[in-house]
């Protein structure tokens, strides 16, 4: 399994954006110009955003969760984006609600059953709204980057046997 990629150039902070097609060009674009992923991850994000939305309406602040096939990726990373303004993302699994969205975990995973893994260890953290309003207010990458290693276990994902 290789390793992920999470270090302080995939934590963005104060991303200024109207929608949330903006915001998700945003931050897959840095993971492009990071060589993280294809080009064609920038589509293919946007259109599953627009067939399975992500938003999530966690306690005290929504979060969304993009991701896409593994094929437009070239090393698994998780990126973090907290944005300066709220954007409204549809409700996963309600095709008519929004949720004011904060804080973007965008997945790019290189093989599916370790984002099914990630997956259900964000789910555990999008129920701590403490962790979540810590993250929001939070204007250091390294303090990020620290508290999510710690609630993601993400020394598992680091190669190898722990």
Known sequence: MSDLIFDESV????????????VLEIVAKNLVDKGLVKESFIPAILKRESEFATGL??????VAIPHTDVEHV?????????LKQPVDFVIMGDDQETTPVQIIFMLAMNEAH???????KLMQIFQDEQTLTTIANETSKTNIKKLLE????LAAYEGGER
């Open 11 to 22: 934590i963005l902070l104060d991303v200024e954006a109207d929608t949330k097609e903006s």
């Open 57 to 62: 309406p966690t306690a005290g602040v929504s």
């Open 74 to 82: 070239n090393q698994k990373t998780i990126s973090v984006a907290v």
């Open 114 to 120: 370790s984002q099914l893994t990630l997956l259900q």
């Open 150 to 153: 710690e609630k993601l276990d």
